[in-house]
T-cell receptor, first 114, second 114 residues
């Protein structure tokens, strides 16, 4: 079974630029999550989708971050404009259903904002 | 608010000696608790989970954890460390009725000396 795929793996941008990350969950997984992991900290949930609907985005900085999962499969997370403090690893995870315990994580995208 | 505290940011052990990674949680209700492991440049992997069944939980690679409600703890142990155990470990809480929203601790980096 293929795992969660993310691209790109690494990205370096200057502050105030825009960036987008892509995630393809495990086939058949209805629930998709985006996390932000700042160096030296645990991952923090940004947004949670169930199929193509948002379940929770209470921790997403909506003035600069946006995410979509239009067809209920792959997802894109965008930052516009980026700030220095956005430097982090962005992790995507998926689970079979909303109530299923195990979340399967992708390898992440490491973003550096200079 | 639910939270989880990992008491040590770094733990160093010799190969073949026991491992103890400490975790305390705060939750208004009995939560589900997890340990995840993160190897360099790899995705987070579930080690074990506690979901109100047996208080002693066995996971993969010889790890186990004991849920102690009176101490609000969920420490991770392994009788004998292996070099391949060197990684970052995260204690995670999922409060009751929180869907599948996970709150991660700050992480403990385990180093294994030959």
């Amino acid at each position: 079974e293929a795992g969660v795929a993310q691209s790109p793996r690494y990205k370096i941008i200057e502050k105030r630029q825009s960036v987008a990350f892509w995630c393809n969950p495990i086939s058949g997984h209805a629930t998709l999550y985006w996390y932000q992991q700042i160096l030296g900290q645990g991952p923090k949930l940004l947004i949670q989708f169930q199929n193509n609907g948002v379940v929770d985005d209470s921790q997403l900085p909506k003035d600069r971050f946006s995410a979509e999962r239009l067809k209920g499969v792959d997802s894109t997370l965008k930052i516009q404009p980026a700030k220095l403090e956005d430097s982090a690893v962005y992790l995507c995870a998926s689970s079979l259903e909303l109530s299923t315990y195990e979340q399967y994580f992708g390898p992440g995208t490491r973003l550096t904002v200079t | 608010a639910q939270s989880v505290t990992q008491l040590d940011s770094h733990v160093s052990v010799s190969e073949g000696t026991p491992v103890l990674l400490r975790c305390n949680y705060s939750s208004s209700y009995s939560p589900s608790l997890f340990w995840y492991v993160q190897h360099p440049n790899k995705g987070l992997q579930l080690l074990l989970k506690y979901t109100s069944a047996a208080t002693l939980v066995k996971g993969i690679n010889g790890f186990e954890a004991e849920f102690k409600k009176s101490e609000t703890s969920f420490h991770l142990t392994k009788p004998s460390a292996h070099m391949s155990d060197a990684a970052e470990y995260f204690c995670v809480v999922r409060p009751l009725n929180a869907g599948n929203m996970l709150t991660f601790g700050g992480g403990t980096r385990l180093m294994v000396k030959p």
